[in-house]
């Protein structure tokens, strides 16, 4: 985090500076040979170009590794701003410095090069917005996978601190439900969702359980622990059974 922060203040150091150096030149060159009009024209585009260009790097630098997924998209818009940049230079030589063009004329040419640019720029960005949406989805269903064993993990780790779990067997119900879990195809369905998160919310549930039975301290309370803990384990097994069936169909 404290190196993003140091990138976007060099980014925002170096922006800063291409304002300033923008302002100079065009004072410099704009007021002696052109129009008043063309010469703010001009600057206001140029500092557009140069803020679009800025914010792109900007985003791309607080999205972290979210945003380096997505790098193609990034330069595309970065190519976007860099070629209306060219293009409103290109107008302030052409049209505002040898051609003898009105203000009203010289304005509708800057505002059709923005417009390009922004349709161009929205399109890019929906496409890229979309993917990145895609991809969400695809780590939020590994997570789910990951999450499930996770909680399975610390499950088996308590039951083999227990000294009365031998006699029962659940070490061994909680790995085959855990290898149920890890080939259950990963990807998901937007209908599967609640399903998924209702059996997350069953593991914990199972994980409260096995404190129970962890804690129990006679054999009628280890023993009725023990009769929950593996009909909750064959619920699991039977609603996981139930998503991959479905899950197939959805394909």
Avoid at 101 to 117: D, E, F, K, N, Q
Avoid at 119 to 133: F, K, P, Q, T
Avoid at 178 to 188: C, G, L, M, T, Y
Wanted: aromatic residues 8%; hydrophobic residues 45%; glycine residues 4%.
């Amino acid at each position: 985090m404290d190196k993003q922060r140091d990138y976007a203040r060099i980014v925002t150091f170096i922006y800063v500076l291409a304002l300033l150096v923008t302002l100079a030149v065009v004072f410099l060159i704009g007021l002696p040979f052109a129009r008043t009009s063309h010469t703010w024209i001009s600057l206001g585009t140029l500092i557009l170009a140069e803020t679009f260009i800025y914010g792109i790097v900007v985003h791309y630098l607080s999205n972290g590794n979210r945003a380096s997924r997505l790098i193609p998209g990034y330069l595309a818009l970065g190519t976007i701003a860099g070629l209306y940049f060219i293009a409103v230079v290109i107008f302030i030589v052409v049209f505002s410095l040898a051609a003898d063009v009105s203000t009203y004329s010289y304005s509708l040419l800057h505002v059709i090069a923005l417009g390009v640019m922004g349709i161009a720029a929205g399109l890019v960005a929906l496409y890229y917005r979309n993917a990145e949406s895609d991809d969400e989805k695809i780590i939020s269903q590994v997570q789910w996978v990951s999450a499930m064993r996770s909680e399975l993990l610390s499950i088996k780790q308590q039951l083999e601190g227990c000294k009365h779990e031998a006699e029962y067997g659940l070490v061994k119900k909680i790995a085959e439900l855990d290898e149920k879990v890890r080939f259950s195809d990963p990807a998901s369905h937007p209908s599967l969702v609640m399903t998924e998160q209702n059996l997350l919310q069953q593991a914990r549930q199972l994980a409260s359980e096995v404190s129970t039975f962890v804690k129990a301290s006679d054999k009628d309370s280890e023993a009725q622990a023990s009769e929950k803990l593996r009909d909750q384990i064959r619920d699991i097994r039977n609603v996981i059974s139930t998503r991959n069936q479905q899950l197939i169909q959805l394909k």
